[in-house]
């Protein structure tokens, strides 16, 4: 049975950083796309960022050059470094593992298989 846990949400004043942890229970960890997704209060959920198989990723405009994903594929495990957060940045961080042939991106996030519960970030102004 896969099962995503998050870890790593709190309360931050804007311009701090936190990271998330995502840690996975999945045979063969490497082979999926690892993601992150968040939704607001009142909104959908949005895509934040992924990272493939192998080293690509790929970012919201929302926040490219802010987070950054990363993966350690020997503790199946992926991470969401947020650095300079805005109060924008408030929300329930999932953490979402795929499996995909052929494909080099994916952010919809209906095509996600497995979702963590969640953790929640809020950044105060």
């Known amino acids: 049975q896969v099962q995503l846990v998050e870890s790593g949400g709190g309360l931050v004043q804007a311009g701090g950083s936190l990271r998330l942890s995502c840690a996975a229970s999945?045979?063969?960890?490497?082979?999926?796309?690892m993601a992150w997704f968040r939704q607001a209060p009142g909104k959908e959920r949005e895509f934040v960022a992924v990272s493939t198989f192998g080293t690509r990723t790929y970012y919201a405009d929302s926040v490219k050059g802010r987070f950054t994903i990363s993966r350690d594929n020997a503790k199946d495990t992926v991470y969401l470094q947020m650095n300079s957060l805005k109060p924008d940045d408030t929300a329930v961080y999932y953490c979402a593992a795929g499996s995909f042939v052929g494909t080099s991106v994916v952010i919809d996030g209906t095509r996600f298989r497995y979702w963590g519960q969640g953790t929640q970030v809020t950044v105060s102004s």
């Open positions: 999945i045979h063969t960890f490497s082979s999926y796309f």
